[in-house]
């Protein structure tokens, strides 16, 4: 069975569909069977697909909110991860999808209305899988941030005094991230490596049911 892993975030920007579609090709190019539910009505990992074909991967657009733990449970079978991307973390279909996930990532940057709108969305999570036999994993990973910065320290400081569960790894904000809208596929160079070093880090967490080893990706 495939692991379900969705993204969410109270505050539109914070790069969830960019880092969903980094994870479903990344995983897709160390032969992983991967299939993006894209219920989002920007389309952004249905745009971003369209540009580059990607072996493996395939991207499904479902805006059918009482269908969605249906469709997710099929493809769970035919598929080794199923990710999802949201419209708004607390819409009828993004409650669904929390019921449905094995793990939820929350992107964040470091400015404070990230941090806040990270805050408010794990509080909102909580609250749906209350009382769940195996509630899902939850990080929220510090995405697109500049490390050198007091945004950065500060924001980070203030997801830990909260307590809350932040991912060990980051990722800097490099034009790579950028280029992906244009080209479709991978971000390129430092971004590629600083995508990999994401993985480790979810993986030393033991976060990845599928192992992503070291395959070289173009």
């Not at 009382?131 to 320290?153: D, E, F």
């Not at 995508?195 to 880090?201: D, H, K, L, N, Y």
């Amino acid at each position: 069975m495939g692991q379900v892993i969705t993204a969410l975030q109270q505050k539109g920007g914070a790069g969830k569909s960019t880092l969903l579609c980094c994870l479903g090709g990344f995983l897709a190019y160390d032969d992983a069977r991967v299939v993006i539910v894209d219920t989002d009505p920007q389309r952004s990992c249905v745009q971003w697909a369209e540009e580059a074909e990607i072996p493996g991967l395939d991207v499904l657009e479902h805006r059918a909110e009482r269908t969605l733990l249906e469709v997710i449970s099929r493809l769970k079978k035919a598929y080794d991860v199923v990710l999802v991307d949201t419209a708004g973390y607390d819409s009828a279909i993004a409650c669904y999808a929390i019921q449905a996930s094995d793990l939820i990532l929350i992107p964040s940057r470091g400015s404070k209305r990230d941090v806040v709108g990270a805050a408010t969305t794990w509080k909102h999570v909580q609250t749906q899988v209350k009382g769940r036999k195996m509630p899902p994993q939850i990080r929220i990973a510090m995405w697109n941030v500049k490390p050198a910065t007091l945004v950065y320290r500060h924001g980070r400081e203030a997801l830990e005094k909260a307590g809350l569960p932040l991912l060990q790894g980051t990722v800097n904000a490099l034009t790579g991230f950028e280029n992906m809208s244009w080209n479709g596929g991978l971000p390129d160079g430092e971004a590629l490596r600083a995508f990999g070093e994401f993985i480790a880090a979810l993986q030393l967490e033991g976060l990845l049911d599928y192992y992503a080893g070291a395959q070289e990706v173009a």
